[in-house]
């Protein structure tokens, strides 16, 4: 997958009140990156940054004002342009590139079971009924650690990270090439996290799949991303390694992500990097 030029400003101005060139807010501002086969890459920033419209730009789910989405399904396929598919095409499209959303709680409809929250993807986009879906809910349940028996009960019945889990297992649904992660963790007690995180992991080297993690936490992306891109103010301000960019970071800004980071042991400095406002 490659992004290039990808632009989003809401409220541009436009008739009487244009006078003057405003632009609107400027959500996400010129960012090109390149997701490869089998690779994890996080894009990490602040609230505001800009990381959750880029990857919902990258989903179609918010339409761009400027730029071109590639996409590339198989080595031997043409690439497409995801910015001008249609709906039958973006639909297929949903089905290589899914979305695992923050919030476990809010993501799933109570008055589904988890058979139809995971089976519902099966049914509209894979075209299974009956036993198969039913199977299906199963292997998926027990790849992300639940008990298939649990299929026919209701969200309230879980914890957060059961939720969560439901999430991924519906994610994974339909077979998907690539997800989106979008602040995946980060309603989660630190111990839970963890075991997402490992989680996913385990299933990225199972099923060769690519992720886009967005945090807020550099750390976590430090763990779990081969490489990082740097959001700030909707402009991608550094991309590279991520262990590379985490120790020896170029741009002031991810420096001064890097010192928000909670060091357990003071007289430990190699990862603070103290910066006047000013100065980003």
Known sequence: LSVRNLSKVYGAPSGLFSYGGGRGLVAVDDAALDLFAGENLGIVGESGSGKTTLGRMILRIVEPSSGRIAYRGCPDAAPMDVTTLNKVDLRRYHQDVRLIFQDPFASLNPRMTVKQIIGDPLVIAGGMSGKAVETRVGELLQ????????????????????????????????????????????????????????????????????????????????YFCDRVAVMHKGKIVEIGDAETICTTPSHPYTKRLISSVPNPDPRNKRMLHRLRADQV
């Open 143 to 222: 790849k992300v650690g639940l008990d298939p028996l649990a299929m026919e009960r209701y969200p309230h019945a879980f914890s957060g990270g059961q939720r969560q889990r439901i999430g991924i297992a519906r994610a994974l649904a339909v077979n998907p090439k690539v997800i989106v992660a979008d602040e995946a963790t980060s309603a989660l007690d630190v111990s839970i996290r963890s075991q997402i995180l490992d989680l996913l992991l385990d299933i990225q080297k199972q099923l060769n799949l690519s992720f886009i993690f967005i945090s807020h936490d550099i750390s976590v992306v430090r």
